[in-house]
């Protein structure tokens, strides 16, 4: 009988900046290269080591380090840390970490990462009936009843761009969330069967943003993107921008991305995040 399974995302992701400050002591006879790290989920499962640029710091002296992890391709990071080295040949000495942080929306892509492995598809929260590895995409969710999804990122998320090649295999619906806080918390471009594009926010209830014909062909992929800036939602299909409003209504703040489906089968190749300037 299995036992109760843990759904959760990553708090840090690839694109957002770590940043953090530090001292030495004055008694330390060298000085030390200190640098950023993390670690992600890489081929098989095994843990695999970024690293950031070193910065020499004289004893005595503080230095801030500022970091922006570059596109892991999907890889999740499961640590973060402070790596440090004497620049002499006495290793020992003493190092004060201030604080160690990080922020902004991240710039990465969400896809299935080169080599085996599972747990990049476990750094979504799965709220669907089925989420399988089998398939050539990344991505093929299933909801045989009403609505479901996969999520990943956090409140930290706030002005991003999210887009993703969308494919309604047969459903009622489905399309791309952005600024996702819940099952029923957020934004979401939808493609439905009844030949319509909608716009709606999802705030405990569902409140359609916009409406606008778009007749959909089944298994044929759809470039989805929605920009969400303060309490503008862009939200544009292969391009063509579909609606724009302002969001005056208790608006949406932050939140992760989502692949969406309701009452059927939806697909998509690597979701895409930017953040917006």
Known sequence: MPGYALYASPILHSGQTLRASLGTDRTNKFPVLCRL??????????????????????????ADLTWRDPDSGGEPIFAVGLEVTSAGGDASGTVYLDYLTWDGAPHLTLGR?????????????????????RWPEPYRIVQNEGTGLISQGTRDWTDYRVSAPVTIRLAKSGGLGARVGGLRRYYVLLLDEAGTARLVKARDL?????????????DRPYELALEVKGNRIIGSIDGVIYFDVQDEDRPLPAGGV????????????????????
Do not use: H, K
Not at 207 to 215: D, E, I, Q, R, Y
């Open 37 to 62: 790290f993390v670690r992600t989920y890489g081929p098989g499962d095994a843990a695999t080591l970024n690293s950031g640029p070193a910065v020499s710091i004289d004893a005595g002296a503080e």
């Open 113 to 133: 990462p080169s080599g085996a492995g599972e747990l990049w598809r476990r750094a979504w929260v799965d709220a669907v009936d089925q989420f399988e590895g």
């Open 206 to 218: 569902m409140t359609v943003l916009g409406v606008a014909p778009f007749a959909v062909e089944r």
């Open 258 to 277: 989502a692949l969406i489906v309701e009452d059927g089968c939806l697909s998509s190749d690597a979701v895409r995040d930017e953040p917006l300037r």
